[in-house]
């Protein structure tokens, strides 16, 4: 059996059921990481006991600031991956004419 071998990952960016979970799990768990280390570099340096909001009080606990702060990070830095995962695509990837980004939606 000589000949190309089909690669394990040919099928990532491809049109399929599974090609956009795939594509999310690979934007969403680095993000995830690196959303936990920019919190604790963060946090090293800032108590959020010391935070004050508009001159008073903070009203939230230390661990809804902790939380709030890691979605915050965790959602900016996805959202740089998915632009970043955007605009790695070609033209031909898309404008592919199977790739109808609402399929009951109809032209008139």
Known sequence: ?????PRGD??????GPNAMSRL???????????AGVLEAMVFSVLDPRDIRGFGGA????????????????????SGAGAL?????LT??????PGADPDPGWTRR
């Open 1 to 5: 059996m000589a000949g190309t071998q």
């Open 91 to 96: 033209a031909d990837e898309v404008n592919a």
């Open 84 to 88: 970043t995962a955007l605009l790695s």
């Open 24 to 34: 999310a799990l690979r934007i969403l768990w680095p993000s995830f990481i690196f």
């Open 58 to 77: 903070s009203l939230w606990t230390p661990l809804a600031i902790y939380s709030i702060t890691f979605f915050i990070f965790w959602v900016v830095i």
């Open 10 to 15: 040919a099928g990532a960016l491809s049109p």
